[in-house]
């Protein structure tokens, strides 16, 4: 069985003028997002093996809310604040078992060409939103896409 990557996008953030983008830390809206994301991947039951974050402040946020609800802590890991990549995914994805569940917390527009290097599936990837995908060196399955809304729905379930 192929492992599967999740990609979580940070929550709604502070405006780019207010800080330097590194730092710029969720909104209060932004906190909830990841909140809710996390308490809807619990719902779900799923079980990753690992959390890997951007070390920007929203992502380290997003990746803690959501990591509240799943029982892991999240891993910085610096591929994922600018430019991660197909094959950054793969050695992230190669350190763990074959069946693996990974979850990465990051930005755009890296993660909607992710998705579209694995799977050739172009995607809306809105704030606080999670795509999955099965992932292999030779190809990929997009198997879910949700937005915040719907995140926060499955969160109250």
């Not at 502070?14 to 710029?24: G, I, M, N, S, T």
């Not at 990837?125 to 795509?131: P, R, Y």
């Amino acid at each position: 069985m192929a492992p599967q990557l999740w990609l979580l996008r940070h929550g709604e953030a502070v405006p780019h003028d207010a800080k330097p983008d590194a730092e710029r830390e969720l909104t209060p809206r932004g906190r909830r997002q990841a909140d809710a994301a996390g308490a809807a991947l619990a719902a779900l039951a799923e079980r990753f093996a690992a959390c890997y974050t951007s070390p920007k402040v929203r992502a380290r946020e997003t990746a803690e809310l959501a990591c509240a609800h799943l029982n892991i802590e999240p891993i910085h890991e610096d591929s994922l604040a600018n430019g991660f990549s197909r094959v950054d995914a793969l050695t992230l994805l190669d350190a763990h078992a074959d069946d693996a569940h990974v979850l990465v917390v990051g930005h755009e527009p890296s993660f909607s060409q992710v998705v579209y290097d694995f799977t050739g599936a172009r995607v809306d990837f809105k704030k606080g939103g999670v795509a999955a995908l099965r992932a292999s060196r030779a190809a990929g399955e997009l198997i879910v896409l949700t937005r915040p809304k719907e995140l926060e729905a499955l969160s109250r379930s």
